[in-house]
């Protein structure tokens, strides 16, 4: 959006106390809230200082008014349910062999390890270290 050509920095509804714009000198805008006062007919900035439509036109480029709560909160549930996947139909229970396929247990990953590997793993890994740690106690002499 940009300003109404017949009210050039003027909002779009007046209506509206506040409105989103960018700075003119910035290509990507990052986008500002500012407030429209109807009465005055003058914008008033973050630091609460007031500008007029000329100097508005100028310095900022109009993106369009802030919504109300209520309007967000529809933005937001109207997102919601166009992201959200509609529900797969209900399949049907399978029967005869593919109820069997369906019971039988998978197969295992190829990496999985299995109880008595583990265990064996474990009794390795605690022999080594109590070799380890009986060898290095030698060696220092802790023991005499």
């Not at 700075?23 to 990052?30: K, L, Q």
């Not at 802030?66 to 937001?76: F, G, I």
């Not at 062999?97 to 109880?115: F, G, K, T």
Request: glycine fraction near 6%; proline fraction near 12%; aromatic fraction near 10%.
């Amino acid at each position: 959006m940009s300003w109404p050509d017949s009210r050039l920095g003027e909002p779009a509804d007046p209506n509206r106390p506040w409105h989103w714009v960018s700075r003119s000198e910035e290509a990507g805008g990052h986008p500002l809230p500012i407030g429209w006062n109807t009465h005055l007919r003058h914008w008033v900035l973050w630091d609460g200082s007031t500008i007029g439509p000329e100097e508005a036109a100028r310095r900022f480029v109009y993106l369009g008014p802030c919504l109300t709560p209520s309007e967000a909160q529809a933005a937001v549930a109207d997102a919601v349910a166009a992201a959200t996947p509609a529900a797969p139909p209900p399949e049907q229970e399978p029967r005869g062999l593919a109820a069997l396929a369906a019971s039988a247990l998978p197969e295992p990953p190829p990496a999985m390890v299995y109880r008595k590997e583990a265990i064996r793993n474990h009794l390795l890994i605690f022999a080594g270290t109590l070799f380890g740690t009986l060898f290095l106690a030698e060696k220092f002499n802790l023991f005499r």
